[in-house]
Nanobody, 119 residues
Framework: QVHLVESGGGLVQPGGSLRLSCAAS????????WGWYRQAPGKQRELVAR??????NYTDSVKDRFTISRDNAKNEWYLQMNSLKPEDTAVYYC??????????????WGSGTQVTVSS
């Protein structure tokens, strides 16, 4: 079984910064896709950023403000969020498409971490 655990959420003022972390643990061979999604109240879950073998993608609303990165040795990935706006308030979920010999490539989700941007 594979588990994803997020950390780093919290309350921040507009214009501030937060760094989210996601750690993958369990029995797996490799991570194919590293990602972050978010869900605001009353809205659908949306992609924020992701890294694939071919590219790194961001949703338009966070380009030039958020940066996704990873540490392959630690099986961790991060979301650095700068110039935060109230509309960034949401529960943020880390996502991984992870390969194991037993189950093949499977999508995994963390339980979410709350990010609130408010003065």
């Amino acid at each position: 079984q594979v588990h994803l655990v997020e950390s780093g959420g919290g309350l921040v003022q507009p214009g501030g910064s937060l760094r989210l972390s996601c750690a993958a643990s369990g029995d797996f061979f490799k991570i194919n896709i590293w990602g972050w999604y978010r869900q605001a109240p009353g809205k659908q879950r949306e992609l924020v950023a992701r890294i694939t073998i071919l590219s790194t993608n961001y949703t338009d609303s966070v380009k030039d403000r958020f940066t996704i990165s990873r540490d392959n040795a630690k099986n961790e990935w991060y979301l650095q969020m700068n110039s935060l706006k109230p509309e960034d308030t949401a529960v943020y979920y880390c996502y991984g498409n992870i390969y194991s010999f037993r189950h093949g490539s499977v999508d995994y989700w963390g339980s979410g971490t709350q990010v609130t941007v408010s003065s």
